[in-house]
């Protein structure tokens, strides 16, 4: 596979949130992608930087440790991405542990709302959905189920025939079953990050559809911006890399690799939008 960038994704998911493969198995993919860096990056949860960061030492690649904060303002979802946080910290994994609360009361909604448009699904059908995922057993504790599980449990029951169809009828932005319930607001997450020794990066602001918002992260204290990302065209990564260069803010790029699902690769293949590695010296040295 041809690096696009350079030879570090930083953003990938696995089955300690909502990816389809082992922290092990990101690792190695990123391996033959022929990087040299992989940043795992789970939702609400570090759950799975352990595991990576060992088979990282076993075959010879760094591993990046991060975690992708869900959070909402002006009725946006936006996620703030956190690299070399303490993850020994007390009160960081208690923090992270409550947006996994809110995570899953989420869920529940949404299968409640499911209900009644008709679709007779659980959340014992979702939890299944994501054990069957490969969701690891020792990652069920501090692991996250979220809306791709939900359309896994939507296409065994043959409410959805794919991810995107389960998405587009149901669970994106404005569809019949989507739900929003209050979340932290980016900038507690920004404080979080920090206060937990790391640092914080805007993921994929291309999906916002508002600068305004994206420009106000930055004011508060975000200090990078993913420029590269799989769902960002060329204008996009053209109009952020010049905000970075305004603001002074580390250029950060990923796949958002959740891996594959029913033939589908969610966003980006590892190794499809990467940034040089001297990104990682920058990241550590905030």
Known sequence: MAVT???ADLH??????????????NVRLAKTAGLAAVAITDHDTVAGVEEAAREGERIGITV???VEISTV????????????T?????????????????????????VDKLRELGIPISMDDVLAAARDSGKSPGHAKDGSVGRPHIAEALIRQGYAAD??????????????AYVNPPRVHPFEAIEWIKEAGGTCVIAHPGLYDDDRLVEELILHGAQGIEVFHSDHGEEEEERYARLASKHGLIVTGGSDFHG???????HGAIGSRTVPDEVLRQLNAR
């Open 5 to 7: 960038f350079g030879n």
């Open 73 to 84: 303002a002006d009725g946006h979802d936006i996620h703030i991405l956190g690299y070399y």
């Open 86 to 110: 303490d993850n020994e910290d007390k009160k960081w994994l208690e923090r992270l542990a409550g947006l996994r609360g809110t995570r899953d009361r989420r869920n529940e909604m949404i």
């Open 163 to 176: 991810m995107k169809e389960a998405f587009d009828r149901y669970l994106a932005s404005g569809a019949a």
């Open 260 to 266: 594959i699902r029913h033939g589908q690769i969610f």
């Open 12 to 25: 990938t998911h696995t089955t300690a949130s909502d990816g389809m493969q082992p922290p092990a198995e």
């Open 64 to 66: 990046v440790p991060g």
